[in-house]
């Protein structure tokens, strides 16, 4: 496998906290207000795990949620990485992001979501929302000469806005405009009756992108889980996945986690992640999503692979 060549992860995807200030139907990892997860880590083990990041030699970092504007520490971790010379990207959702946090640090882009091109849609998909302070936020990563990047998760509910909102991306000076079709995880599965697009709904939305003169980077392929499973299968990602409680993932769209940062060092956790793709119940595991996406429905009942029968089947 490529990885084994990996003295550390290419990146690092680390997941700050479940909460959140809003409570968006389609959100991935189940967050909403209130619902950080039970043993999160501390400022102290955090601020420990960046600088092992950092040591480790990891080029590039995510740091998203939840919303990790509301982890006490987030500045913090965010100075800690990009003074041990990581790169990086921050998800937020806006409603409360000050540039002046990250201010002269090292990064990539600030990524905002932005899941509809009018109040109304914009707040029916992400509850608690206010789109007129998200799209001020906005402007006010763009004057402080940060890269803005945005991010839109297509439903039931906004597709028929999606050429709006990259109009409105590109008015607003975003370099790139990241999409696909919507995954079927978390909070989205719980609704996916309510929020999946039709086939028709998606065909028009992929033709365009396909056909979009937008004056920014338009990020959409692998467009579903389907096509990102076909180079899986075939090579892992040298990404690591953190959850809040320091749990590390094996893939965003298995329940299966194979180390835990907070009693391992960050490289015991990477030489796990790298065991765990050889493991043949994660390559049987991937193989049944493959044929079944709606698996990824149970992707954030976590189970750490070391408590899994060998002589079980996966159980996806």
């Not at 809003?22 to 997860?37: M, N, R």
């Not at 309510?194 to 396909?210: N, V």
């Amino acid at each position: 496998m490529r990885i084994d060549a990996f003295s550390a992860p290419t990146m690092v995807t680390w997941q700050l906290t479940r909460d959140c200030n809003l409570a968006c139907l389609h959100c991935c990892t189940d967050s909403a207000p209130g619902k950080a997860l039970p043993g999160e880590l501390s400022r102290e083990r955090a601020l420990k795990l960046a600088r092992e990041i950092a040591a480790a030699g990891v080029p590039y970092a995510m740091i998203v949620g939840g919303e990790p504007t509301l982890v006490p520490h987030f500045a913090e971790v965010c100075r800690a990485l990009s003074e041990g010379g990581v790169l990086l990207k921050i998800e937020t959702n806006g409603m409360n992001f000050d540039p002046a946090a990250v201010e002269g640090l090292k990064i990539r882009s600030i990524q905002v979501s932005l899941d509809g091109a009018t109040p109304a849609t914009y707040a029916r998909q992400r509850p608690g929302g206010d789109l007129a302070k998200v799209l001020e936020t906005c402007r006010r990563i763009v004057a402080a000469k940060l890269p803005l990047e945005i991010t839109f998760a297509p439903t039931r509910l906004n597709i028929h806005e999606a050429e709006r909102v990259i109009a409105l991306a590109a008015e607003l000076g975003a370099f790139r405009f990241n999409t696909g079709k919507l995954m079927r995880l978390g909070t989205a599965a719980k609704l996916w009756d309510r929020l999946q697009p039709s086939a028709e709904q998606y065909a028009e939305f992929r033709a365009l992108l396909d056909a979009s003169r937008a004056p920014l980077e338009l990020c959409y392929l692998p467009f579903s889980l389907e096509e990102e499973l076909t180079g899986r299968l075939a090579q892992p990602s040298g990404t690591l996945l953190i959850l809040p409680d320091g749990r590390v993932k094996v893939f965003a769209a298995l329940p299966f986690t194979c180390a835990d940062a907070s009693r391992h060092s960050f490289l015991e956790a990477w030489d796990a992640y790298r065991r765990a793709w050889r493991d043949p119940r994660v390559l049987n595991a991937l193989e049944r999503l493959a044929a079944n996406p709606a698996l990824a429905a149970k992707a954030n009942a976590w189970v750490c692979l070391d408590s899994i029968s060998h002589d079980l089947p996966a159980v996806v």
